[in-house]
């Protein structure tokens, strides 16, 4: 069901442009990675969250308007 994994896209695609603009100078290591990453996640303001998950209930309207088609992304 494309479209109403909104957390697991929405929060992946998130981390990942928080990631790009810390824009790292010099090589990290694999416990460093992993530990910039993890504190990336978790300073993802609750309400940004919140308003993926309300989202949802849109696209899963849109989608059964579209018979199960694609639906337009945001």
């Known amino acids: ?3 109403l994994e909104p957390l697991d896209f929405f929060f992946w ?3 990942d442009r ?3 603009l810390a824009r790292v ?3 990290e290591t694999e416990d460093a990675y992993k530990r910039r990453l993890r504190e990336t ?3 993802i303001p ?3 969250i919140r308003k993926a998950m309300v989202n949802i ?3 899963a309207r849109q989608l059964i308007q ?3 088609r694609n639906i337009p992304r945001d």
């Open 1 to 3: 069901f494309a479209g």
């Open 13 to 15: 695609h998130e981390v």
């Open 18 to 20: 928080r990631m790009q």
């Open 25 to 27: 100078t010099k090589r």
């Open 41 to 43: 996640a978790m300073k």
């Open 46 to 48: 609750a309400a940004v």
């Open 57 to 59: 209930k849109v696209r």
């Open 66 to 68: 579209a018979k199960g």
